[in-house]
């Protein structure tokens, strides 16, 4: 075995995490190497720098530095294992302080699978995946000229569901809809469920309600002619600027993204301890 090691260095400043997780793989006999430091995203992918084969991936830092990987590890079917050296940690499945706990568990094979799907979208002849959400929202152009609202229709398998005029919306995962979904008053989409959920933000009428829908389905949303500049997000990055008339299509990745957890692992105990307390 293999191991990949992605380090946030904002987050282990000084190495101290990494030196040590080096230190514990080398005395248990692992293999492993350090995928190169780089601002990763959607469009920046890891694969662009990084070709060495690996059979699993620890990302030491926060779910932002996980996001990041997305489309790396989707794409070449690699697990990962995260260790919280951020904030909420809400994707990482250990702390800092249980590393060796965590690297004993690899050795031995005592690590279970937590399979979560992602969003694939085609924007102008791309593909872009996200794991959290794929967020429309109204995008300042200090150029732009007319109305600064974003106006957005939505289809799902070609039928109109809605017409909204706002601040956006955002289309998140069961994965995602902890996050900027759950802040815009989204429901919470239990991991292991086969659906989506689209999401207004700060819509202009009170009959916008967010909508959960079978992640088979898909989902078109189109920038209309009344409304503004609207920039496409995916986990948090900008990927693409969008005029009028320009639709997106979003479906169900073929391929999920694979978590390693472990075998006592609760998203029910996670979801009260890191949405009420932050860091467990």
Not at 29 to 49: C, E, F, K, Q, R
Request: net charge neutral.
């Amino acid at each position: 075995m293999k191991i990949g090691i992605y380090t946030n260095k904002s987050k282990d400043v000084g190495g101290i995490w990494s030196a040590k997780l080096h230190s514990l793989l080398s005395r248990n006999g692992i293999d492993y190497v350090d995928i190169p430091d780089g601002n990763y995203s959607a469009l920046h992918p890891v694969g662009d720098i990084f070709t060495q084969k690996v059979d699993l991936i620890i990302v030491l830092g926060g779910d932002g530095t996980i996001l990041g990987l997305t489309t790396y590890v989707a794409k070449n079917a690699i697990p990962v294992i995260g260790i919280n050296a951020g904030k909420l940690g809400f994707l990482t499945e250990f702390e800092t302080f249980e590393m060796e706990t965590a690297v004993s568990l690899i050795k031995e094979n005592k690590l279970k699978t937590d399979k979560r799907i992602l969003l694939m979208l085609e924007v102008n002849n791309e593909t872009v995946y996200a794991l959290n959400d794929c967020v429309f929202q109204r995008f300042y152009d200090e150029n732009a000229t007319g109305s600064l609202i974003a106006s957005l229709s939505v289809t799902l398998n070609g039928i109109l569901v809605d017409q909204i005029t706002g601040d956006g919306v955002i289309v998140s995962t069961p994965t995602g809809s902890t996050a900027y979904s759950l802040s815009s008053g989204g429901p919470i989409l239990v991991p292991g469920i086969e659906s989506f959920c689209i999401t207004p933000i700060s819509a202009h009428s009170l009959h916008h309600r967010p909508i959960v829908y079978d992640s088979k389905s898909e989902c078109d949303i189109r920038v209309e002619e009344s409304g503004g500049s609207v920039g496409l997000f995916c986990d948090g990055k900008l990927v693409k600027k969008l005029a009028k008339h320009d639709s997106v299509k979003i479906r169900k990745a073929p391929q999920p993204i694979i978590f390693l957890r472990k075998k006592d692992s609760n998203f029910y105990k996670r979801l009260l301890m890191k949405l009420n307390s932050g860091r467990g």
